[in-house]
């Protein structure tokens, strides 16, 4: 019986990646204080998000014990936050005696959305439709290299065919470069149930794209930390998507040295959720009004389609911010709706799949 495929992020992590939470936070701890002390001209993005009120708390307790140089923390505004998390960081600057210095991009998301497109069920899926679309690939490429005896030969001559476009083939064919079936991977478009079949069926009314949030935020971030020689960040691999792929510049994941001379350093990135939750009693950390209050689980650019649970999250917002919530579907309702009608689609196929294939019947199947 065939292993299940395990990426670099699994087999490569650290020791103490399968600590339990109390001895995972000491070593999180020393390699803090270790890597503070090698670089102390050091910035840390601040989102006002849970991850990074535990980031925050660890730095200020690693900097008191071991009387530290100041760490400089940045929030990335991209015009579209809530009133609970922007309150958040200016209780967060008293709490802890810090300045977190707000920056906002040159371009917001509203603007960015409309120029490049809008992000559709993950960054990977949004950036595998991206290339879909402007490269004009047709969906049938999946097809051919289906239907073809020799996926190798049928892998090649698609690139030669699509010059320029091998990670869309990728993302189409579900394969890798060397033309292998790779189906159970994150980067392939099928790691969405029926993604292909859906859009194959219902073709995409509008730009896709995960540029507005490297326009909004990766790219003012990337400014303001080039005046630093370590960037921390709260990323961590039980959060999916890119953050649970390998990176060229990594394998640990923690600690790096990116190729500009500079050094990244993700301290929470094998923090698990319930680390996190025993964390944060064991702590006494109170999180934002978007969690304590509206009850959101996860925060970050309000609303933003590329979460599972965007309109259910806007709803529990509603009463508190009916504003934000409006903009919030002002500039993403075409991807929200478009959601819903795939999984209304994904939910009859799974439906269909259980059904004895003599009592199938499609009438108003495809309505």
């Given amino acids: ?31 803090i204080a270790k ?27 690693v900097r008191g014990t071991f009387d530290l140089p100041p760490v400089h923390y940045a929030f990335f505004n991209t015009g579209l936050e809530m009133k609970a998390i922007k309150q958040h960081v ?9 300045t977190i210095t707000e920056y906002r991009p040159k371009k917001n998301i509203v603007l960015a959305t409309r120029e490049y497109g809008l992000p559709f069920v993950s960054k990977i899926m949004s950036a595998g439709l991206e290339g879909v679309q402007k490269k004009n690939i047709p969906l049938t490429i999946a097809d051919e290299y289906a239907e073809a005896e020799d996926k190798i030969a049928k892998r090649a001559e698609l690139k ?6 091998e990670s869309t083939i990728n993302f189409l064919c ?25 859009i194959k069926e219902n073709p995409i009314p509008f730009k896709v794209s995960n540029r507005c949030c490297e326009v909004c935020k990766k790219a003012t971030a990337h400014n303001v930390q080039k005046n630093y020689e370590m960037v921390i960040t709260g990323e961590r691999r039980d959060e999916g998507g890119m953050r649970s792929v390998p990176r ?12 500009d001379g500079k050094f ?30 509206y009850g959101l689980t996860r925060t970050g650019c309000c609303g933003c389609s590329i979460s599972s649970k965007a309109i259910e999250d806007l709803e529990k ?30 939910a009859k196929r799974q439906a269909l799949n259980k059904i004895d294939p003599d009592q199938i019947t499609f009438e108003g199947f495809f309505e």
């Fill in 160 to 165: 030669e065919r699509y010059p320029g476009c």
């Fill in 317 to 346: 917002i509603r009463p508190y911010e009916p504003n934000l919530v409006k903009a919030a579907w002002n500039v993403f309702g075409e991807s929200y709706r478009y959601r819903q009608k795939y999984n209304e689609y994904k």
């Fill in 264 to 293: 990244r350093l993700r301290p929470l990135y094998y923090v698990s959720d319930s680390d996190k939750a025993w964390y944060k009693e064991y702590y006494g950390i109170r999180y934002s009004d978007a969690y304590e209050v």
């Fill in 1 to 31: 019986m065939n292993e299940p495929f395990r990426s670099r992020v699994y087999t490569e992590r650290p020791p103490y990646a399968d600590f339990d939470a109390p001895a995972k936070f000491e070593a999180i701890k020393s390699i």
């Fill in 174 to 198: 579900c394969c890798n470069s060397k033309g292998e079936p790779r189906p159970d991977i994150q980067l392939v478009i099928n790691s969405s149930d029926y993604m292909l079949d859906f």
């Fill in 248 to 259: 060229k510049d990594s394998t640990s994941m923690c600690f790096t040295e990116t190729a």
């Fill in 90 to 98: 200016k209780d967060m600057e008293k709490h802890y005696g810090v």
């Fill in 35 to 61: 890597r503070l002390i090698e670089h102390p001209n050091a910035i840390c993005s601040y989102s006002g998000g849970s991850d990074s009120d535990i980031l925050l708390h660890l730095i200020e307790q």
